[in-house]
């Protein structure tokens, strides 16, 4: 939207302080250290509920180009330089799996908020159109395993394998890739594309050690109990009594109701026609 008129500079510098009022409110100084590592008691949040990794004998050998990281943009670099006729390319991914944050992030519901056509690469390349305007994170995922099928970057592939070193062989001029699964192999050009979305950070507030209702977009783990959820109402029309989750006597009982919402169809399959 153009402005009206350009701003005078009183206007300039009120606008200027706004920013930087909103910027003070939202940047911590304590940074990175307001989180907590998924280490030690918190270790499984950073583990792979996916995939369990498989035995493999170490790697040795040498390819012309190593790609760290398993996401968009490491399938990318793979299936352009497949393109330029590059034949030994190796993807070395964390996860089980192609896909990036797409593999790791499985919560119900989640979108991606960038159009489909937009945000989803290759889509000519691999014959694919896209079911949804606004693409959900299986499709997402499931689009990053086509293309990684359509190019051929399986086929060398280290997946559950983590890069722990890289060193530059000046006399052999050659990256010697170490992993944590006793990798050192060699190759000629070597591509980082890590991501920072795989992660997930744990508020470093009080009482985190012992607090029970961590969220995070992996499944129940094993040997975890699910729970129940528990409904407060139904509507105005059939407001129910809550239900606690203890065993003695409910001293209290209150009924509670509100206004029903708006419910209207949602578009599920046209490709360009969702709300």
Known sequence: ??????????????????????????VRPDG?????????????????????????????????????????????????????????????ER??????????????GVHCD???????????????????KYAPGEEIRQHAVRIAERFGLYADALFSTQVTS?????????????????????????VNATGTLTEPKLPGIPGIETFRGHTHPHPRRAGRPRRRPRRSGRGRERPRRAVTGGRGRLEHRH????????????????RLLQP
Do not use: C, K
């Not at 302080?17 to 910027?23: D, G, H, I, V």
């Not at 012309?64 to 793979?78: K, P």
């Not at 009924?255 to 046209?270: A, E, K, L, W």
């Open 1 to 26: 939207m153009t402005p009206p008129h350009a701003p005078t500079p009183h206007e300039l510098v009120a606008l200027r302080q706004r920013y930087r009022l909103e910027r003070e409110r939202r």
């Open 32 to 92: 990175l250290a307001q989180y907590r590592d998924t280490d030690a008691e918190f270790g499984y949040y950073a583990a792979d509920p996916y995939t369990s990794p498989t035995e493999r004998a170490a790697r040795r050998d040498t390819v012309d180009v190593a790609v760290i990281g398993g996401g968009f943009g490491g399938i990318l670099a793979g299936a352009r330089l497949r393109q330029q006729g590059v034949g030994s390319i190796r993807i070395v």
């Open 95 to 108: 996860g089980g799996d192609v896909g990036g944050t797409w593999y790791w992030n499985r919560y119900p």
């Open 114 to 132: 960038i159009e489909s056509h937009v945000y989803l690469p290759l889509l000519d390349e691999t014959g694919y159109v896209p079911e949804w």
């Open 166 to 190: 890289l060193t530059w062989d000046e006399a052999g001029e050659t990256w010697t890739v170490t992993t944590d699964r006793g990798d050192a192999f060699r190759a000629a050009y070597v």
């Open 255 to 270: 009924r509670q109701g509100r206004p029903r919402p708006r419910v209207v169809p949602r578009r599920v399959h046209p």
